[in-house]
Nanobody, 123 residues
Framework: QVQLVESGGGLVQAGGSLRLSCVAS????????MGWFRQAPGTERESVAA????????YYADSVKGRFTISRDNAKNTLYLQMNSLKPADTAVYYC????????????????WGKGTLVTVHS
């Protein structure tokens, strides 16, 4: 089993930056591919980024390419999402997720989910 706890959400003005963290319990952490997803009010959940267990493969949604960076520190059992040049459209609850296998943007492939952290971007 894996438990995931996100942190780092908050209120930020457009153009600003924020870094989200997700701490995982359960070992070995490196066996799990991970990802970030987000959901805004009245919308469906969408994939933001994904990363392989070793960190060598990364995927990004077109809407965040060049602005967001997903990374992980397996020694610390922690996943990160660095978000730069934030826009009001980035406002959402952000969720950390994990799956035993390949990196994927599919939410239905994820086995474990955090409870989410809210990011609000104002202009």
């Amino acid at each position: 089993q894996v438990q995931l706890v996100e942190s780092g959400g908050g209120l930020v003005q457009a153009g600003g930056s924020l870094r989200l963290s997700c701490v995982a319990s359960g070992r070995p952490f490196s066996n799990y591919a991970m990802g970030w997803f987000r959901q805004a009010p009245g919308t469906e959940r969408e994939s933001v980024a994904a990363i392989s267990g070793g960190g060598g493969t990364r995927y990004y949604a077109d809407s965040v390419k060049g602005r967001f960076t997903i990374s992980r520190d397996n020694a610390k059992n922690t996943l990160y999402l660095q978000m730069n040049s934030l826009k009001p459209a980035d406002t959402a609850v952000y969720y950390c997720a994990a799956n035993f296998g390949r990196a994927t943007m599919r939410s239905d492939a994820m086995e474990y989910w955090g409870k989410g952290t809210l990011v609000t971007v104002h202009s």
